[in-house]
C-alpha cells in the first residue's frame, strides 16, 4: 500500500513541477507581450526574482524558448513603439 502512496505522490508532484513550470511559461509570454522587455534575459530577470532562479532559469535553458520569446519581446515593442493611424 505504502509503494502505491509513494507513487501517488510522486505522480502529484510531476504533476505539479509541469503546472509550475507552465505558469512561469505564461508569465514570460506574457512579460514579452507587454513590449516593455528588450529580450529573453530581460524577461528571465524578473521571472528569476518572482520564482526563484532555478525554476525560471530550466525555461531558458530551451534555446527556442529564448528565440521565442526574443521574436515576441520584438513584436510587441514594435507594435508599441508603431505610430498610431
Sequence with gaps: ??????GWIMA???LLRKG???N??????????SGSHADWQAVEGILCVRYGV???RRLFVDRAFC???????????RKREAPAA
Design 24 to 33: 512561469i511559461r505564461q508569465a514570460a509570454y506574457r512579460l514579452a507581450d
Design 20 to 22: 509550475r513550470r507552465e
Design 12 to 14: 502529484t508532484r510531476d
Design 1 to 6: 500500500m505504502s509503494h502505491r502512496a509513494g
Design 54 to 56: 532555478i525554476e525560471a
Design 67 to 77: 528565440l521565442n520569446v526574443n521574436r515576441r519581446c520584438t513584436a510587441a515593442r
